[in-house]
């Protein structure tokens, strides 16, 4: 694992290289615009992106960034960046960092290590998403092969399994949480990023199985390989039971909606505004969607779902902050690319 022939890339969303409005516009842009993102054919979505989305939006994502931008800058890069380098700790082959949208890009990446490893042959792929979706894991698999092909590189690419049920996840995003649990609360929300209900469909390699049967997160089937419902729905059941919480106080929900088409129910931002009502006046919120904080948990959950929570009646509210860099998140990503380079395949997406 030192002879320069291997590398791994640890690989995450992205944020706007600044909270300037144009660089919040750029940033939207890019990711909009992606066709796993919003999958529309491209001159209806670049009308819905640049010439609606983009122009009404930008100015309050520019606001929204400064509440959590951090003197380093993006909570998500500047997270992300110190995984990178605590793993990076544990190896001498190099551990890099790509960003989905904006930087550092994979043909930065890709083009640095190439000039630095000339021996290179392999790179092993860690999208940091527990979960399949085509507008996270796929799409960061699929740029940088494309950046790959382009680029004619000699070495391959290998891609490391969303993690969403792997044992050692489950017991690093328990270890997270049970600290919370110390404390009387009233229920504990999980809340994933939310996605419209046709790119499940779409991801169902069955066309037959996803939303269209009764229980069918629950029913075998191979579309649950590609299915973030079935795959939030396990994390969530997986979770609850390493901790023994009570199936009572315990509710699945997705947030972060765009647009009108149908999305992913239960919505977070629906049901805070009820809980109060239903008895519920002490929360704790955990989104496992994410393992490094960003603008999705750090001002959509804790601050403005925290004042729509209280506004409502709640009297407590506690968000559980990512496993970020936790020890225990960063030994379990070491032992994923351990265990490969000791002759384990099992954690790569096949």
């Given at each position: 694992?030192?002879?320069?022939?291997?590398?791994?890339?640890?690989?995450?969303?992205?944020?706007?290289?600044?909270?300037?409005?144009?660089?919040?516009?750029?940033?939207?842009?890019?990711?909009?615009?992606?066709?796993?993102?919003?999958?529309?054919?491209?001159?209806?979505?670049?009308?819905?992106?640049?010439?609606?989305?983009?122009?009404?939006?930008?100015?309050?994502?520019?606001?929204?960034?400064?509440?959590?931008?951090?003197?380093?800058g993006s909570p998500l890069i500047v997270i992300s960046k110190r995984l990178q380098q605590e793993v990076q700790k544990n190896f001498e082959?190099?551990?890099?960092?790509?960003?989905?949208?904006?930087?550092?890009?994979?043909?930065?990446?890709?083009?640095?290590?190439?000039?630095?490893?000339?021996?290179?042959?392999?790179?092993?792929?860690?999208?940091?998403?527990?979960?399949?979706?085509?507008?996270?894991?796929?799409?960061?698999?699929?740029?940088?092969?494309?950046?790959?092909?382009?680029?004619?590189?000699?070495?391959?690419?290998?891609?490391?399994?969303?993690?969403?049920?792997?044992?050692?996840?489950?017991?690093?995003?328990?270890?997270?949480?049970?600290?919370?649990?110390?404390?009387?609360?009233?229920?504990?929300?999980?809340?994933?990023?939310?996605?419209?209900?046709?790119?499940?469909?779409?991801?169902?390699?069955?066309?037959?199985?996803?939303?269209?049967?009764?229980?069918?997160?629950?029913?075998?089937?191979?579309?649950?390989?590609?299915?973030?419902?079935?795959?939030?729905?396990?994390?969530?059941?997986?979770?609850?039971?390493?901790?023994?919480?009570?199936?009572?106080?315990?509710?699945?929900?997705?947030?972060?909606?765009?647009?009108?088409?149908?999305?992913?129910?239960?919505?977070?931002?629906?049901?805070?505004?009820?809980?109060?009502?239903?008895?519920?006046?002490?929360?704790?919120?955990?989104?496992?969607?994410?393992?490094?904080?960003?603008?999705?948990?750090?001002?959509?959950?804790?601050?403005?779902?925290?004042?729509?929570?209280?506004?409502?009646?709640?009297?407590?509210?506690?968000?559980?902050?990512?496993?970020?860099?936790?020890?225990?998140?960063?030994?379990?990503?070491?032992?994923?690319?351990?265990?490969?380079?000791?002759?384990?395949?099992?954690?790569?997406?096949?």
């Open positions: 694992m030192n002879d320069n022939s291997s590398a791994v890339i640890l690989m995450n969303l992205g944020s706007p290289d600044s909270t300037d409005v144009k660089d919040v516009q750029r940033y939207l842009n890019q990711f909009l615009m992606d066709e796993r993102v919003i999958d529309k054919p491209y001159l209806i979505r670049s009308l819905l992106v640049k010439g609606i989305i983009v122009p009404t939006r930008a100015k309050n994502s520019a606001e929204a960034y400064r509440k959590v931008w951090t003197e380093d082959l190099p551990v890099e960092l790509v960003m989905r949208y904006q930087n550092p890009s994979s043909t930065y990446v890709l083009d640095k290590l190439h000039k630095e490893n000339p021996q290179l042959k392999e790179i092993i792929l860690l999208p940091l998403y527990p979960h399949y979706a085509m507008s996270s894991y796929e799409t960061a698999i699929e740029d940088i092969k494309l950046v790959h092909k382009k680029k004619k590189y000699t070495f391959v690419l290998k891609a490391i399994k969303p993690f969403y049920n792997n044992e050692q996840y489950i017991y690093a995003l328990s270890e997270s949480i049970r600290p919370y649990l110390q404390n009387d609360y009233d229920k504990i929300l999980f809340s994933y990023h939310g996605l419209p209900e046709r790119h499940i469909r779409k991801s169902d390699i069955t066309g037959t199985h996803c939303l269209q049967i009764n229980r069918c997160c629950h029913i075998d089937s191979p579309a649950h390989k590609f299915c973030y419902r079935h795959q939030t729905i396990t994390t969530t059941e997986l979770i609850t039971k390493a901790l023994n919480i009570p199936q009572e106080k315990v509710e699945q929900t997705y947030q972060s909606r765009l647009g009108r088409d149908p999305w992913l129910l239960p919505s977070t931002q629906k049901r805070l505004p009820q809980l109060p009502g239903e008895g519920i006046k002490r929360l704790l919120v955990v989104c496992p969607a994410f393992v490094s904080d960003c603008l999705e948990t750090l001002e959509e959950i804790a601050m403005q779902a925290r004042e729509t929570f209280l506004s409502a009646g709640g009297e407590s509210f506690e968000f559980i902050p990512c496993m970020n860099t936790q020890p225990l998140w960063v030994q379990t990503v070491t032992n994923w690319i351990k265990d490969y380079f000791n002759g384990d395949t099992t954690m790569l997406f096949q």
